[in-house]
C-alpha cells in the first residue's frame, strides 16, 4: 500500500519546527495461554505495604467464575465487579474513586482492570483519578491529565478494541463521550492470556473482533498513514483476515485475535480512525449502542469511503453467520437525527484523517443522515 502522507502525525510548533510526537508504550506485557496465573508474583514488588490494597476491577460477567477464584487478592485488596451493559461514564469513575478513597487510608498499590475495553478503560481512569483532583469529566480531552496514574495493569478477556494498549480511556461524560489522552493513560502492565476470552458470545467476538478490523481499514485508508501505523495495521488486518476467513481452531482464532488486537491499537495510536468511528460515537452517544455493534452497523453502508473494506467485511460478516440488528434509526425524529451528525461532525480528527483537511466538501449533514436513516 501506498503512503500517503508520510509526514504525519506531527505537530508544527510555534516557532513552525517541526516536531513528532513522543508516544508513551505500555512497557510490560506477558502473552501466553494461562498467563493470568503470574499475575501473583507480578503485583507482589508493586505492594507498597499490607494497608495499600490492589484493587480488581471485574466485569460481572465473571461473578462466582472460576477466573474470580483465581484473582490473587491478599491483605485488604478489594475485588470490584462492574457491570458493561452501558459504557463507562465519567460519574462512575468519580463513584468508584470516592468508594476507593473512602474504604481505605492509604492510596491503593494499583488498579487491575480484568475485563473488556468497558473494563480497561475504566481501570485507566480510576487509576489516573486517584491522583488528580475533581471529576474525570475535566480531564476528556488531549494532555490535561497533570500527575501520574497509580501503577495500572490491564487484563483483556475480549480481544479487539485494543485498548489494552492505547494511549486513551474512552468516557461518556455529561457534555461529551471523550476520551482522557494522556501519557499517564496506559497501562503499566499488560497480560496478554488467550484463554480468558474462551466464554465469548459468538455475536460479541465478531463485534468486539470487528472494532479491530475497522481501526486497520480506517488507518490504513487514512491520509495520516505513516510507516508506523502501516506496519502495524497491515499485520492485523492480516491476522483478522486469518481469524474471520480461515477455519483457524477456536485455541489459534483467540491467540490470533489478540495480537491483532494489539497491533490494531498500536497502528491507530499514530495515525487515526475513520468514518465509520465518527458516525458510530453518534449512535453511541443518541441510542447508548456500544463500540463494537456501533461500528459494525456503521461499516457495512459505508461502500463509498472503503469499497474494499466493507466488502471483505460483509464476506466476514456471512461467513460467521451474523445478522446484524436493522431498523434501529428508523423512528427517530430530525432533532435525533441531528444530534447524531452534530456529535460525528464534532470528530474532527476522523474526518481529517479519513478525507483531508478538506472533509467538510464530501461530508454533509445530509449525506450522513442517509446513512444513519439505513440503520
Ligand atoms: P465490553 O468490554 O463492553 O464487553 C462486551 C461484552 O462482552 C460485555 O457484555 C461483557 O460482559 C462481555 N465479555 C467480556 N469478556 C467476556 C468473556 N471472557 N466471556 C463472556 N463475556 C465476556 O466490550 P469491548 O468491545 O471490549 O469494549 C467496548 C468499550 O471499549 C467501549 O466502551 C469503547 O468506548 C471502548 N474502547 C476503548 C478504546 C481505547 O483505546 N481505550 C478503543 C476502542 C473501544
Ligand atoms: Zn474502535
Redesign the pocket.
Known sequence: MELKDKSEPRIVSSSQEVKYRNFPMVPRVVFGRGSFDQLGEILMPKRKNSDSPFIFLV????VGSELVKRIPAIFCDQIIFVS??E??KTNQVDALVLKIQGDFEELPSGIVGI???????LA?AVAIMMNNEGSSCIYQGWDLVKKPSVYHVGI????????E??????LLGPEK?L?INSDH?PFDQVILDPD??????KE?WF??GM?CYI?CIESLNGTFLNAFSQSYGEKAFELCKEVFLNGLTPCESRDKLMMASWHG?MS?AYSQVGVAHAMSYGL?YLLGI???LGNCLVFQHLEEFYPEGVALFKIMRDKQEIELPVGLCANLSDDEFNTMISVSMGMTPLWENALGHHWKQIVTPAKLKSIYQKI
Not at 466485569?59 to 465473571?62: A, E, S
Not at 475485563?115 to 478503560?121: A, E, I, L, P, Q
Not at 483483556?156 to 478494541?161: A, D, L, Q, R
Open positions: 466485569d460481572d460477567v465473571f458493561t451493559d459504557e463507562p475485563g473488556g475495553g468497558s473494563v480497561m478503560d485507566k483483556p478477556t475480549i480481544s479487539g478494541t485494543g485498548a494498549v492505547s494511549r486513551t480511556t474512552v463521550k476520551g493513560t480468558l476470552t474462551k466464554g465469548v458470545s460479541q463485534y468486539t472494532d481501526h491499537g491507530i453511541s456500544k463500540h463494537g
